[in-house]
């Protein structure tokens, strides 16, 4: 695992990197001293987790994080603050964890098993009794609608702010609160795949992998759609396509 340390005081980015040191999961540790700093970061190096201070000299981690939450291989987020006052805001800008100074090391390996759950390769949904996989058609909840869709002419699935895409052959995309982890349970799970923690693809509409930057991958669909492959899942994709 990847991690970016973010904090505007030395001594405190010195005592986390010590922390975050001692956990074998982690195999690289990045330092940033404000918010312009760890973007730069985060476009090279691409890091799994970031431990963030939320006040910092050019800027505010929290908006910081905010920002990131759109990118579709983002870090996961880790508050790192002297502060308490920020907690809520911390959760609802998705991070994962909320540390106050000083830190433990159990309070830090904790945070960074929390994102190794969660950056591990899901297995495959077990079938049902219900027949759910084996039902040609997926209905997807919209307000008080119901859309069908045939599950052969789904391209990808993207899970984004809450909401999730279901993109289809033809140009059609529905959107619906339904999760990806409760869609993927009526989907045959040697057709339809996750590939990063955002989306799963259709396999049978896999034209072409290759390589992206800093050992991601990109997919290309059959109508020339592209889906990235974060670095955790790329085995797992590998293997479902049948290449050695």
Not at 78 to 86: N, P, S
Not at 115 to 128: C, E, N, R
């Amino acid at each position: 695992m990847k991690v970016l340390i973010v904090d505007d005081e030395p001594l405190a980015r010195d005592e986390l990197h010590y922390l975050v040191d001692q956990n074998p999961q982690v195999t690289e540790i990045y330092e940033a001293d404000g918010v312009v700093s760890a973007q730069q970061v985060v476009d090279q190096e691409h890091p799994d987790l970031m431990f963030l201070d939320i006040q910092l000299t050019d800027g505010s981690g929290m908006a910081l994080a905010e920002s990131l939450k759109s990118r579709p291989d983002h870090p996961y987020i880790v508050f790192a603050t002297a502060y308490d006052q920020y907690a809520l805001d911390a959760f609802e800008a998705d991070a994962v964890d909320y540390l106050l100074k000083p830190f433990s090391q159990q309070r830090v390996d904790d945070a960074i098993k929390r994102v190794a759950k969660l950056t591990a390769p899901k297995q495959p949904a077990v079938p049902d009794t219900n027949g759910q996989q084996t039902n040609p058609r997926l209905s997807l909840t919209i307000d008080e609608r119901t859309i069908v869709l045939q599950k052969d002419t789904i391209l990808y699935i993207q899970t984004q702010d809450g909401e999730t895409a279901v993109w289809a052959k033809g140009g059609h995309r529905v959107v619906s609160k339904q999760p990806l982890t409760g869609l993927l349970k009526q989907l045959d799970p040697t057709q339809f795949i996750r590939v990063h923690r955002s989306f799963a693809v259709n396999l049978n509409m896999v034209s072409e992998l290759e390589p992206s930057f800093n050992h991601t991958y990109e997919l290309t669909l059959k109508d020339g759609s592209k889906v990235p492959v974060s670095r955790s899942y790329v085995a797992t994709v590998k293997q479902a396509l049948g290449m050695q």
